[in-house]
C-alpha cells in the first residue's frame, strides 16, 4: 500500500500486482540464467511448464503498463495485446 501511496503522491497513477515470493518464476535461478531464460522463451517462443509462471506474471505487468499507457482500456485488453 505505501508503494501505492508513494506514488499516487507524485502524480503518478500506481498499481502493485501481488505475487507469491516463495518459489523462483521460471525454472532458472541466477540474474544470467533468468534473463536467458526471457531471452529464450522470446526468442523461441517456447514455453515449458517451469516457465509458465514467469509468462503469467510478465504478461500481467506487460497489459497494466499498457492500461497505464492508454493503449488498452483492461487488464484483460493488455493482456491480449502484449501476447501479440
Do not use: F
Not at 508503494?3 to 507469491?20: K, N, P, S, V
Not at 516463495?22 to 522463451?41: A, F, H, M
Amino acid at each position: 500500500k505505501r508503494m501505492i501511496q508513494t506514488g499516487e503522491l507524485c502524480g503518478i497513477t500506481t498499481t502493485a500486482l501481488i505475487t507469491r515470493m516463495d518459489d523462483p518464476l521460471g525454472c532458472s535461478v541466477g540474474n544470467w540464467l533468468e534473463v536467458k531464460e526471457c531471452i529464450d522463451i522470446m526468442t523461441t517462443g517456447k514455453i515449458d511448464a517451469l516457465s509458465e509462471d514467469l509468462v503469467v506474471v510478465t504478461l500481467a505487468l506487460a497489459g497494466q503498463m499498457l492500461v497505464h499507457g492508454a493503449k488498452a482500456q483492461t487488464l484483460k485488453g493488455g493482456i491480449a495485446m502484449a501476447r501479440e
